[in-house]
């Protein structure tokens, strides 16, 4: 029998391959290692999660930007949407930070910070006591006030937005002040715009991020070291304070608008440029709440390393620090995506789960939502990932979570590398400017396969490199889960 030309050619067409097709390992997603889980609101309650502390009776107290704050009972069920809400304070004004300590929950509202107590075990605050109230507010919306945890010596960290995110027209409006354990009030940094998060690292130094605006080319991770200037000057009136004087010392010399950080930092000695440039419309652009992983492992492979939210992107981005001629820089990565709402507060629990609150009041969000609470946990599979960026005398060194295959780590065009910094300047924020592209003159792997240290020629100071490994893979053949890393060359190390 003969077949028709053409329905011999369909057959040909639909015939198995003749050359068996050996199977790639599937793309990674962000859900195979870390999984996103939404608590339940109750119905007809706006609960804006700007802040969380978890509870020695085991309950994670969330406070709202309404002036509320609420307790989740089992915070860790498997089933967050199961978990139970209740009212536990109302009538406060826009609490964003929580701590605990002896018994006593300490809310930072716009006004003052607060701490709060159930006297009678109903589950509902009954007393308030005012513990400082001694900085000032206008009524502007944008005079926000951001606490710490307690730091080693028992004090309160509270940064506060200028007014209007411009200018002071408030007492120590865009300063940094500690609140003592006997409730003093004590000046600490200068140089505030617009926080929208605080948090500590492992070694208990405080950092807060900034946001784009005056000042600020883009969103910034910076470090409050008591007496520091951290670069916005609206706030230089209260120099004058007699409190200031004494803690601070004199007046900083006024920035020249239009420079660079790091040429004002020689100039200013109290100037202390961030830590981490977040670059604008990649990493985000409204840098929130910072958490620090203190799991000791149950969180997966990052301990020690800080998690910071973006709360138009609705992210949580990771950010490596290291410690270079004195002070703190180091890389920021992409982590998490997928939020409901515009992330805001974090909170990294012993247990190793990362409680994420959501509001998009104000500022649009890739989060749909209104607002949300969310936690985010560790599968237990380890993603394949840049799990360090140090700076070195000729380059950086990289260190990975997972074996790389050798091959492709040692060929040279498979990294792409740039430079830019932004404008220190008066007006609102800055383009990338200054641009250059680095070569990279090797890519020297290590023996046990899990460091790569390139040589680079043509490192700037005060450049945020940006760094991408689009051909890297692990030895099982997996690419990077994100290949893209951003490190702020603030200091080259000598050796």
Avoid at 181 to 198: A, K, V, W, Y
Wanted: charged share 20%; glycine share 12%.
């Amino acid at each position: 029998m003969k077949f028709p030309i053409l329905l011999l050619a369909g057959l040909l067409a639909w015939a198995p391959p003749l050359v068996p097709v050996h199977a790639q390992p599937p793309r990674p997603s962000e859900d195979a290692y870390y999984t996103i889980s939404r608590f339940d609101l109750p119905e007809g309650e706006v609960l804006e999660a700007a802040g969380f502390q978890l509870l020695p009776n085991g309950q994670m107290a969330v406070c709202t930007r309404r002036g509320e704050i609420w307790l989740i009972d089992q915070p860790f069920a498997a089933e967050a949407g199961k978990a139970k809400l209740t009212r536990f304070a109302h009538g406060l004004h826009e609490t964003l930070s929580l701590a605990y300590r002896d018994g006593w929950l300490y809310a930072v509202q716009r006004c003052e910070v607060t701490r709060i107590k159930d006297t009678n075990g109903d589950g509902r605050a009954d007393l308030f006591e005012t513990v400082n109230d001694g900085w000032g507010i206008t009524g502007d919306y944008h005079e926000y006030a951001f606490g710490s945890k307690f730091d080693a010596r028992g004090d309160l960290w509270v940064t506060l937005c200028l007014t209007g995110s411009f200018s002071s027209q408030a007492k120590y409006r865009g300063w940094c002040v500690r609140i003592t354990p006997e409730g003093q009030l004590i000046p600490t940094c200068s140089g505030i715009r617009s926080p929208g998060g605080m948090g500590a690292n492992a070694s208990g130094d405080i950092f807060y991020t900034d946001n784009q605006g005056p000042w600020n080319g883009t969103c910034a991770l910076k470090h409050l070291s008591p007496g520091k200037f951290m670069g916005h000057p609206g706030g230089f009136k209260w120099y004058e304070e007699p409190a200031a004087r004494t803690a601070m010392g004199e007046t900083p010399r006024e920035p020249e608008s239009g420079s660079r950080c790091l040429l004002e930092a020689e100039k200013i000695p109290a100037y202390e440029p961030p830590v981490i440039l977040f670059p604008y419309d990649k990493m985000g652009k409204s840098a929130s709440g910072i958490a620090c992983d203190t799991s000791a492992g149950k969180f997966g492979p990052f301990t020690e390393q800080l998690f910071v939210g973006d709360q138009t992107f609705s992210t949580v981005m990771r950010v490596f620090l290291e410690k270079v001629n004195g002070h703190y820089q180091g890389a920021c990565i992409p982590f998490r995506e997928g939020f409901g709402s515009g992330s805001l507060g974090l909170e990294m629990t012993p247990q190793g789960a990362l409680f994420v609150g959501g509001t998009n009041r104000g500022w649009g969000s890739r989060g749909t939502l209104p607002f949300s609470i969310e936690r985010l946990d560790w599968t237990g599979q380890i993603p394949f990932e840049i799990h360090e960026m140090r700076a070195r005398p000729d380059g950086f060194e990289l260190t990975f979570t997972q074996p790389i295959d050798a091959a492709s780590a040692r060929d040279l065009t498979g990294y792409k590398l740039s430079t830019y910094t932004y404008i220190y300047q008066s007006s609102y924020g800055s383009p990338e400017v200054d641009h250059t592209t680095p070569a990279v003159l090797s890519a020297i792997v290590s023996e046990d396969n899990t460091r790569i240290r390139l040589v680079i020629q043509g490192l700037q100071r005060g450049h945020v490199h940006e760094l991408h490994l689009p051909d890297l893979r692990s030895q099982a053949g997996l690419p990077l889960l994100h290949p893209q890393a951003y490190y702020t060359l603030n200091h080259i190390p000598e050796k």
